[in-house]
């Protein structure tokens, strides 16, 4: 077996350094994005879920000791039946009008990309609470402007 000391090559052009870092920067901005949009979606989805009157909404985030990251966003909507609990994270379901069932499924599948977990639970006297763990190094930035930053190292 022989080992090479190349640099892999893409499509037949010699190794950039410099078009690689390139790329790997893009890749992060984009990952960013899909957090911060994820993010969005559950402050929408629970924004939308308090009934009547005016939506309270509420977030919680907490960075332990380790850098691992806690954010809850919950409301006091009319809650999740059984049946909606149990399919909630299942990709194409919907219990919304126009919905297109991606947004809970796709905060799952990025949160689990990062090796975090995302739990659904029906909070004491209606609502919801929506629970997003994400180990290791992560930091957590609420800037003025009320937008919710994660990073991981």
Known sequence: MQV???KPRRKGKP???AL??????QDEAAE???RDRKARDLLKNAQEASS???AVVEVQCAVDAEGAATIMVS???SGMSDDVLKNALVPFFSTKEKGTGLGLALCREIVEAHRGKLRLARRDGGGMEVTCMLP???SVV???TGRLTLTRA
């Open 4 to 6: 090479s000391d190349q």
């Open 15 to 17: 190794y950039n350094p």
């Open 20 to 25: 690689a870092e390139y790329q790997q920067k």
């Open 32 to 34: 960013a994005k899909r």
């Open 52 to 54: 009547g009157g005016e």
């Open 75 to 77: 409301d006091r909507g």
């Open 136 to 138: 290791g190094k992560t």
């Open 142 to 144: 609420a800037a003025r």
